[in-house]
């Protein structure tokens, strides 16, 4: 008997639950005839921005574009520094060099996995203008700490909350704290679209016209530009997938988070280290990261049962080849690498099954080395 597979995600359940309602929304915007800019953005940004207790949501096409075009609203550029966890996808780093800024890496605390906000202060120079905190695999950022850092030194704060969509810190969404914040909407997120897309969201109405206009080639109105801009727009159609979804995230997130507590409460394995939850937060485990010496035989035991896993991020951004112009060597961000040597992320998604979730379970507690 062939043993089943468990992938490490799927959309199987998602897809199934909301077919009619993303089937509408594709005749819709298909029937209306206007692709671009037109209602369908427009009631997704309102609705996002509720949802995540903001004034303003400006939808564009991903969430690297996300986030850079926050930096470049709020005047970053060529010469100024911006603090970012030494452990993310590198996407965070991107949108900061993006703009001619420098990304200076701070180490996360390991049981997290976000960056550790006591070794912000001393990453601060005279040329430090922004923190970007990464509320990494669903897992909010010490925010309290990191805004006190933020406002002793006057810098601006950018929130990375491409992985965390929905998720709470002391009761407020993520995306709320900073002076913008990034998403994005890449398929496989908790709040995913079907394609590329991102949004950024923010409480200041001039950053946020600032940010519409440099995704829209640098223009407030049409063939009127008043800056060197980009081309980064939400589309019609991924905008009314979006709002089709939205609906649904917060009970897709209780999902994960069930699933979450089981493997937290039943997976007992010594050389497995379970990832810790900062208090007062609330996770939506986008991701469930653990930590194993033995990585690499952990990962090749779950696949000799069927198991998908993935590593997320197995080379740290600082020994990555975009990144040898900073010249950090080698051991200069020993948790981060440590993290890179030893990560390893199982199946979590919407829609697994119980069998599929003591699979996983037993699986790992199986393992000996």
Not at 182 to 197: E, I, R, T, W
Not at 223 to 238: F, K, P
């Amino acid at each position: 008997m062939t043993m089943e597979k468990i992938p490490f995600v799927s959309f199987e359940a998602v897809q199934r639950e909301l077919d009619c309602g993303l089937r509408d929304a594709f005749e819709r915007v298909y029937g209306r005839e206007w692709y671009i800019g037109g209602e369908e953005d427009a009631s997704f940004e309102h609705a996002f921005a509720g949802y995540c207790g903001v004034s303003c949501c400006v939808g564009c096409g991903n969430g690297l574009d996300a986030l850079m075009l926050s930096l470049k609203a709020l005047g970053i550029g060529q010469g100024d520094e911006v603090i970012v966890p030494s452990n993310t996808f590198i996407a965070t780093a991107l949108a900061v060099s993006y703009v001619g800024a420098t990304p200076v890496f701070v180490e996360p605390r390991i049981e997290t996995f976000n960056i550790d906000p006591d070794l912000i202060e001393g990453a601060v120079t005279a040329r430090t203008k922004a923190i970007m905190p990464v509320h990494l695999y669903g897992q909010p950022a010490e925010m309290d700490a990191i805004m006190a850092v933020a406002r002793n030194y006057g810098l601006m704060v950018v929130e990375d909350c491409a992985q965390a969509h929905g998720a709470r810190y002391k009761s407020r969404r993520v995306g709320s704290f900073g002076d913008a914040a990034g998403f994005s909407f890449y398929p496989g997120k908790n709040l995913g679209a079907l394609g590329d897309a991102g949004a950024v969201t923010t409480d200041d109405e001039s950053l946020a016209a600032r940010v519409r206009a440099l995704g829209n080639y640098g223009s407030d109105r049409k063939y009127h530009h008043i800056y060197q801009g980009n081309n980064s727009r939400l589309d019609e159609l991924q905008a009314a997938f979006l709002a089709a979804k939205l609906p649904a995230l917060d009970r897709m997130n209780a999902e994960r988070r069930r699933i979450a507590r089981r493997y937290l409460g039943e997976i007992s394995n010594p050389k497995v280290a379970l990832p810790t939850v900062i208090e007062e937060a609330e996770c939506v485990w986008h991701i469930f990261a653990v930590r194993c010496k033995e990585r690499d035989a952990l990962d090749a035991h779950l696949s000799g049962l069927g198991i998908q896993t993935n590593r997320h991020y197995p080379t740290p951004m600082h020994l990555q080849g975009a990144y040898t112009s900073l010249h950090i060597p080698e051991g200069a961000l020993p948790v981060a690498e440590r993290i890179s040597a030893t990560e390893l992320s199982l199946p979590i998604f919407y829609g697994m099954t119980e069998h599929q979730i003591d699979r996983v379970i037993d699986g790992v507690n199986s393992f000996e080395g």
